[in-house]
């Protein structure tokens, strides 16, 4: 298992490094960091690791799993955006838009 913090999402709660102090340290402004850098995590941490990730408020402390489908996401929107796809406005006074394919 292997832990990754989305530094947007995180707004320096701490309570990451209340709940798994071996890995995670605060900088200065109470924002997260791993150690290791890696975000490996110790077979012996794992439960204490899980529970930091269920416990941060903003969803900011990720397992790797979770990462790498918001990487597999965001990659999917980039290929929309590649293959011509547009966003058109709604009517005025309206949020949002609908997609148009191209």
């Known amino acids: 298992m292997r832990l990754?913090?989305?530094?947007?999402?995180?707004?320096g709660h701490g309570m990451c490094a209340e709940l798994l102090p071996e890995m995670i340290s605060l900088d200065p402004w109470g924002y997260p960091i791993l150690t290791p850098e890696?975000?490996?995590?110790?077979r012996r941490l794992a439960?204490?690791?899980?529970?930091?990730?269920?416990?941060?408020?903003?969803?900011?402390?990720?397992?790797?799993a979770a990462s790498a489908a918001a990487g597999r996401a965001s990659s999917a929107a980039d290929a929309g955006r590649k293959a011509g796809a547009s966003v058109v406005?709604?009517?005025?006074?309206?949020r949002g838009g609908r997609r148009n394919p191209g």
């Open 4 to 11: 990754h913090v989305n530094p947007i999402a995180c707004v």
């Open 38 to 42: 890696d975000g490996q995590v110790p």
């Open 47 to 64: 439960a204490h690791a899980r529970r930091a990730v269920g416990a941060c408020p903003t969803l900011a402390l990720l397992p790797e």
């Open 89 to 94: 406005p709604g009517p005025p006074g309206v």
